[in-house]
């Protein structure tokens, strides 16, 4: 009887909010309701899909140069479903969260619920801190890889600027994802970032299979375990891009839909991932153990041309991703989150561009840095701390009567739920941390002792 109540109580806040949303859209002319305005589950899909890929589709091949092709299959298909796992858990945690605040009356019509915020009301202020710090560091770096993807992409198109110089100029343009005020006003552009990433994907497929395989190609992978557990973490970062899915979800007029959206997201990217990863490693082999970017190993053409111009706009979109739960707390820490002038808080925002900027010329090494933040951040911000927390959220008998999602009983109800968590944490911390940190890290200082910091041209070849 009280778990009904609670699913009415659920209900009605959700349908409330719904028809809140509907009446708001009424106000808007039907333009900018189609193009700026979105809170549907086709919203929520195209802003997992096209956040999920972004830059790392021109990584992928360097990958599996580094783990062969079996392994390299399997690690995306095992990562996808767990990074799937985590997402629907995280969507657990926030209906409980949300549930128990508009309980108690609270309205969230001009505050965007965050991660950490989530911790905080169900586990207390330490797992807050927790969440804050891994969820924020892994936003800012992914900021700046996409930064750092920008300099890299264009240098292939125009290479009269130094790629350091590049990224002096794609920072200025990314500011300006300070002007969008939050998920709801994505729906173009996860529209077109999904278009981009798709177009992408099936060039570097088609362009590989035309060009076939070198001369003497080499399928030598794996050699090493620090490029083994190098490119397997790569990957466990391909599929932890959910470090935005509560604000995904807070855009959405019935959050309690999401549930398998980030899974069905996972599965079209797959359909992108695989087959371009596949065919530029059987076209070059392990030519990519220093050609991290896949662009570069493929000949100059209009459809290459079209790859790159693509990519850089779709990293645009995906810089204001990362970017934009950033602006969300550095708004609540200087008290101006609930303000509605778009201008002022643009202006509070732009502090936030700028040490993204400076890290992404201090560290300009794409392809390695990917690996890095994997193991170091998303292995706890999206893998780790929501397994965790949801098995402490609902230890004690009574949450699990009250909880207002259920798991389902085809993966064993609650013993199943626990079991996966387990498996989820432990695999993450041995491998994905511990093995993966391990690799990543001394790839990413052998980096730094080959080029050096602030180095003017990554990779670049020799101008002759």
């Not at 079209?306 to 934009?324: D, Y």
Request: net charge positive.
């Amino acid at each position: 009887m009280a778990s009904e109540k609670v699913e009415t109580i659920v209900a009605g806040n959700y349908m409330e909010m719904e028809r809140e949303g509907e009446q708001q859209d009424k106000s808007q002319s039907k333009i900018s309701k189609f193009f700026w305005h979105g809170g549907s589950v086709y919203d929520a899909w195209f802003s997992c899909a096209s956040n999920q890929v972004a830059q790392v589709l021109l990584t992928l091949p360097y990958s599996f140069s580094q783990l062969g092709m079996v392994s390299g299959i399997l690690f995306q298909l095992f990562y996808g479903i767990m990074g799937s796992w985590t997402a629907y858990l995280i969507s657990v945690l926030y209906v409980e969260y949300r549930t128990r605040k508009e309980r108690e009356k609270v309205d969230f019509r001009n505050h965007v619920i965050q991660w950490f915020e989530v911790l905080d009301g169900l586990l207390g202020k330490h797992w807050r801190n927790i969440g804050l710090f891994f969820n924020c560091t892994f936003l800012l770096f992914g900021s700046v890889i996409q930064l750092i993807a920008c300099a890299s992409n264009i240098y292939y198109i125009n290479d009269k600027l130094d790629k350091r110089t590049w990224t002096y100029i794609f920072g200025a343009c990314c500011a300006t994802t300070v002007f969008i005020p939050s998920f709801h006003n994505y729906r173009i552009w996860s529209f077109l970032g999904l278009i981009m990433t798709s177009f992408t994907a099936w060039y570097l497929t088609i362009a590989a299979l035309v060009h076939g395989q070198v001369e003497d190609v080499q399928h030598s992978g794996p050699t090493k375990m620090v490029l083994y557990f190098t490119g397997a973490t790569n990957i466990l970062y391909t599929f932890g891009g959910h470090a935005v899915t509560v604000e995904i979800m807070h855009a959405m007029w019935k959050p309690q839909k999401f549930k398998l959206i980030y899974l069905l997201a996972t599965g079209y990217v797959l359909t992108l991932t695989l087959p371009s990863a596949s065919a530029m490693y059987w076209a070059f082999g392990d030519m990519l153990l220093t050609h991290s970017n896949a662009f570069s190993l493929l000949p100059r053409t209009g459809f290459r041309d079209i790859a790159v111009i693509l990519m850089l706009i779709h990293q645009f979109i995906t810089f204001g991703f990362a970017c934009t739960p950033l602006y969300f707390v550095w708004e609540k820490v200087i008290g101006m989150h609930e303000t509605k002038s778009i201008f002022k808080r643009a202006l509070t925002r732009l502090p936030v561009v700028i040490p993204i900027w400076f890290l992404a010329i201090i560290f300009p090494f794409f392809g390695p840095i990917n690996s890095t933040v994997g193991s170091l951040l998303v292995s706890f911000t999206v893998y780790i701390i929501p397994a965790a927390a949801h098995m402490i959220t609902f230890a004690s008998a009574s949450a699990r009567e009250n909880a207002v999602e259920r798991p389902p009983s085809i993966l064993g109800g609650w013993v199943g739920h626990y079991a996966i968590n387990c498996f989820v944490v432990v695999w993450v911390f041995v491998v994905g941390f511990g093995f993966g940190g391990w690799a990543s890290m001394t790839n990413f200082i052998h980096q730094i002792d080959t080029f050096g910091l602030f180095t003017k041209c990554y990779q670049c070849p020799p101008k002759h």
